[in-house]
């Protein structure tokens, strides 16, 4: 039977570090895998990022990159033949990169197939509204889930998640552990990168970022006031954002 290569899917870097790593196995021919905040699972991605490290090896047997789509940044690594890939892209390029999830001695990287330059702006900005829409649509299925948390027992839910939105047991516990928020974390460095990556020129909309972001509403109102108060974002016009 021949293999099939599984699909790329768009995503953002911040899901990908902040999800859950699941790994592989060559015996069972079971590839590694993320599962997103948003109970997404992810074996193979497709980014579109800039270009901010690259790194060649003297003997020519390992390569990388380092690369930044605006929500995170993480590591692309190439090895032995697949080293020269990079060859076609500089830091400061923007580019498409295509590879498969992996982890090593706890950094989560891709494991590189396809780097490709990218000289239309414009090309990033369609994944990122395609990526955004995506994520608006899984967002409301995580808040009716936090929802039922508490007015359901444990098969209940299993149950429903289950029949409602096709969601498993492995992929609802990761969006359960992410619903239990630790409050003390500072999350205003995380709201301005957001804002950054949104704003086209005329701000962005808090409505926005209260639909896009995997985080309580009331966390996300409590960062934007303290960014206000502090200088680091001001208001164009109401309900508009931008940073200073």
């Known amino acids: 039977m021949e293999k099939r290569r599984v699909p790329a899917k768009k995503v953002r870097i911040y899901d990908i570090l902040n999800g859950k790593y699941f790994p592989g196995s060559k015996e069972e021919m079971k590839a590694s895998y993320v599962i997103t905040p ?6 193979r991605v497709n980014i579109i990022a800039t270009v901010i490290e690259k790194f060649e090896s003297e003997d020519g047997n390992y390569s990388s990159i ?3 789509d605006g929500t995170e940044a993480l590591r692309v690594k190439f090895f032995k033949e697949d080293t020269a890939i990079i060859k076609n892209v500089d830091v400061g390029d923007l580019a498409t990169i295509i ?22 702006v ?4 369609l994944q990122k509204l395609e990526v955004l829409d995506e994520l608006i649509e899984k967002k409301k299925v995580v808040d009716q889930i936090k929802n039922l948390l508490d007015e359901m027992s444990e098969e209940e839910l299993k149950k429903t998640v289950k029949n409602k939105f096709g969601i498993d047991e492995e992929p ?17 460095p995380k709201i301005l990168e957001v804002i950054k990556s949104l704003d086209r020129g005329e701000g ?3 409505g926005k970022i209260l639909q896009l972001s995997d985080l309580p509403e009331n966390v996300i109102e409590n960062a934007i006031n303290e960014l206000l108060s502090n200088g680091s974002l001001f208001e164009p016009k109401p309900g508009i954002l931008r940073k200073v």
């Open 122 to 125: 414009n090309t990033e900005n």
């Open 204 to 206: 962005v909309e808090i």
């Open 66 to 68: 380092r690369i930044d």
């Open 172 to 188: 609802l516990q990761v969006i359960r552990d992410n619903l239990k928020v630790v409050k003390e974390i500072d999350y205003k």
């Open 38 to 43: 948003f109970g997404d699972k992810v074996s």
């Open 99 to 120: 590879g498969k999830v992996k982890e090593y001695n706890g950094e989560v990287y891709i494991n590189g197939e396809i780097v490709r330059k990218v000289d239309d």
